[in-house]
C-alpha cells in the first residue's frame, strides 16, 4: 500500500484532522525549499517554474492525479540540498572550477538527507536524488542510466533544465524559446529522455509556457535588478507603492502602475537587514500546497490512467 492510500485509509471525514495535519506536512516542505532558494539571488521563481513545468508535462504522459500532483510537489523539492552550497559558488559569475562543480554535485543527496526523516520523504525522493541523472548514465550522483531513472526525475530533469536555460544566470543572459527547446532536442536520447523532450517541445512551441516562462508567479513577471542582474522577488499580493529590494546589491524599488505587468522603479535607497530578511510568499505556498494536496484528501476521486 502507497503512503498516500495509508493516509487516505486513516483520514477522518468528518473532523478534516488529516486533511489539515496533510496540508501541514506539504507546508512544510515547501516553505523548506522556499527559503533554500532564497540563498541563491539568481533563481527567483525557479521551484514555482520547475514544478509547473512539471505538471503539464506529467498530464501530458496521462499520469492519475496523485501521480501528477506528487511530482508536482517534486519539482517545488528537488533543489533542497543547495542549502549547503555556499553562496560564493551559487552567486560565482564565471565558470565552476572542478572543485566548485563536486560541491554542486552534492546538493542531490545533500537533500536526500534533508527530507529523511519527514513523513512525505518517499514521494520525493527521487526528484531531489535523481533530477541530475541521464539515460545515456553520464549523470550525477549515481551514474543512473535508461530504465533505471524513476519518471519523476526524468520529468523534472527536463523541466529543471529548461527553466535554468530560459532564466538570467551570473554568466549570461536568459535564452529565446527556440533555443532553449533545440538544446533539449539535441540533448534527446542521450540526457534527456527522448519521449519526453518530443512531449515537452511540443507544448512549448503550442505556447504552453508562456504564462510561466519568465514569471515568478501566475501573472507575476520576473524583474532583474537593473543595477547588477539577479531576480528580485515581487509577492503575489503586490500592490502600487510596495517595496522589493535586490537580493545582491540591497537596491530598493518601487511598484509602480499595474504590478501584473510589472515595474519597478528605484528609490536610491538601500534595503537594511530586516527588509533584506528572505520573506516567504504564503499565499504561493497556500495555492501550491492546496493543489497538491487535493488529490490525496478524503473523498477525493481518482481517474483511471
Known amino acids: 500500500m502507497s503512503i498516500w492510500s495509508s493516509w487516505k485509509k486513516r483520514a477522518n471525514p468528518v473532523d478534516g484532522v ?16 522556499w527559503l533554500v532558494e532564497a540563498k541563491d539571488p539568481y533563481t527567483g521563481g525557479h521551484l514555482w517554474r520547475v514544478s509547473r513545468y512539471a505538471n503539464l508535462l506529467a498530464s501530458a504522459v496521462g499520469l492519475d492525479r496523485s501521480e501528477i500532483a506528487r511530482i508536482t510537489l517534486g519539482g517545488f523539492l528537488h533543489d533542497l540540498g543547495k542549502i549547503g552550497t555556499p553562496d560564493a559558488i551559487l552567486r560565482k559569475p564565471d565558470r565552476l572550477s572542478e572543485e566548485e562543480f563536486a560541491i554542486i554535485k552534492t546538493h542531490p543527496i545533500v537533500g536526500l538527507r534533508m527530507v529523511a526523516a519527514h513523513p512525505f520523504a518517499s514521494l520525493v525522493e527521487s526528484a531531489i536524488a535523481s533530477h541530475h541523472e541521464r539515460p545515456d548514465g553520464k549523470g550525477y550522483p549515481q551514474g543512473l542510466k535508461g530504465s533505471a531513472l524513476p519518471l519523476d526525475a526524468r520529468i523534472i530533469g527536463i523541466c529543471d533544465t529548461f527553466d535554468a536555460l530560459t532564466s538570467a544566470r551570473p554568466y549570461r543572459s536568459p535564452m529565446q524559446l527556440e533555443r532553449a527547446l533545440g538544446i533539449l532536442e539535441e540533448g534527446s536520447g542521450t540526457q534527456f529522455d527522448e519521449k519526453l523532450v518530443l512531449l515537452f517541445v511540443g507544448m512549448g512551441r503550442a505556447g504552453r509556457f508562456e ?26 499580493d503586490v500592490k502600487i507603492g510596495d517595496l ?6 540591497t537596491q530598493e524599488f518601487a511598484v509602480v502602475g499595474d504590478p501584473r505587468i510589472g515595474s519597478l522603479t528605484p528609490t536610491g535607497n538601500l534595503g537594511v537587514a530586516d527588509q533584506l530578511a528572505a520573506k516567504v510568499d504564503m499565499r504561493l505556498v497556500r495555492e501550491a500546497v492546496t493543489s497538491m494536496a487535493l488529490p490525496f484528501l478524503p473523498g477525493a476521486t481518482q481517474p483511471n490512467r
Open 244 to 249: 522589493a529590494y535586490c537580493p545582491n546589491c
Open 211 to 236: 504564462s510561466i516562462r519568465g514569471h515568478s508567479h501566475d501573472g507575476i513577471p520576473m524583474h532583474e535588478c537593473p543595477a547588477c542582474g539577479p531576480i528580485i522577488a515581487v509577492h503575489c
Open 18 to 33: 488529516e486533511e489539515r495535519h496533510t496540508q501541514a506536512l506539504m507546508t512544510s516542505l515547501v516553505v523548506m525549499a
